[in-house]
């Protein structure tokens, strides 16, 4: 794979996960107790045996370059690296980036001359686990000059994504970037009757892109300079279709796009659930993260159900049910937890490298808290007797310490919800 240069997609200011990404980029935010979305891609990427891999992004990126530098350091003897480019205005160009494909384009001069035959573009903010080495030899076997990789979703689903029509032979006739419901039932299904490509699922007769490309390197260097287009699924690739070969490699596996708050949050909750259709362990291929080399979590006289507890926490006797508690968190005596994601802290309270604690609740969940559906990010200080259950069923809203999106409470990183408070 050593003719293969991986490029991740970090996004833009993630307006869609606010709070999450006030002070951090997509790629940035940590998912499973311990993990961050970016370990993903650089995790499958590593699995397939891809060395040379960008990591491109414009927003809140000092937390993202810092993870990736501690974690992903190649053999001193080897040709390969993981290295991040930000943005930047230049004589040529002073824009920031304005789509994934200006994205690639404005990246371009770092990359056009390293010795590669295809690139792999990939998204920061997707969990799953693939096998790109399948996806980069279909794509040969194909002669193709660009393959998508792809799988059948629901109609809620594919409003939101990018859609294919297919031939009855499999070829790739047509695309549609979001349809809305009523385009939708004019296409009906993604591949005709009769077809002897595939047979998608009655409940899910459309075939998505998942934003994972395979370009040949002429191809994607012909197409970012002839084509004005900013974004690969609005613009460039239907306005390839007919002129190049395009692929579509059928990916059968647990995939989610990550990119709102709701998914988000209900990423973390189904890893929760027994038999999950992912989970961030598998003894041949698991995802990679930093190593904290924190002592294993303590608890005491707790119950837990359907839980997630990462290493370094402190439990006192709480209850924790359908939820994620991450690293470094403490939930005091009486806390009640359920259907809620912790991302923990960066610090103990005591570590003479903490910042300096205000007057006010202590860092993590304070004695008889009570949350449920709740997101709480890192370094957050919930206080005694606060209730977070959104009872009233707000769906949008802005607190004191907290925010409301979807009708989830998230308390942002850093944030401070006193005692006694009740939302």
Known sequence: MNDVLAIILGGGRGARMFPL???????AVPIGGKYRLIDVPISNCLHADLRR???????NSASLNRHVSETYRMDTFSRGFVEIFAAEQTPDN???FQGTADAVRQAARHFVDLDVDYFLILAGDHLYRMDY???????????????????????EDAASMGIFHFDRDGGIIGFDEK???TRLAEIG???????TFMRPPADRPYVASMGVYVFSRDVLLETLEQEPGLDFGHQIIPALLGRRRVSAFLFRGYWADVGTIESFYDANIMLTAPGAPFSF?????????????LPGSRLDGCTLDHAIVAEGCFLDRCTVRDSVVGIRAQLREGCRVTRSVLLGADYYQGDDEAPHQPEGPRLGLGRNAVLDRTIVDKNACIGNDVRLLNEAGVQQADGDGYYIRNGIIIVPKGGIVKDGTVV
């Open 21 to 27: 990404t006030l002070m951090r980029s997509k790629p």
């Open 179 to 181: 349809p809305n419901a």
């Open 133 to 155: 080495r399948d996806l980069i030899d279909s794509h040969i076997e194909r002669d193709a000059d660009i393959t998508i990789a792809a799988q059948p979703v629901t109609p």
């Open 53 to 59: 891999i960008f990591v491109l992004t414009q927003f």
């Open 189 to 195: 299904t993604s591949v005709p009757a009769g077809s």
């Open 94 to 96: 002073p824009n920031w």
């Open 281 to 293: 362990y598998d003894p041949r291929r698991p995802i990679y993260t930093r190593a904290r080399f």
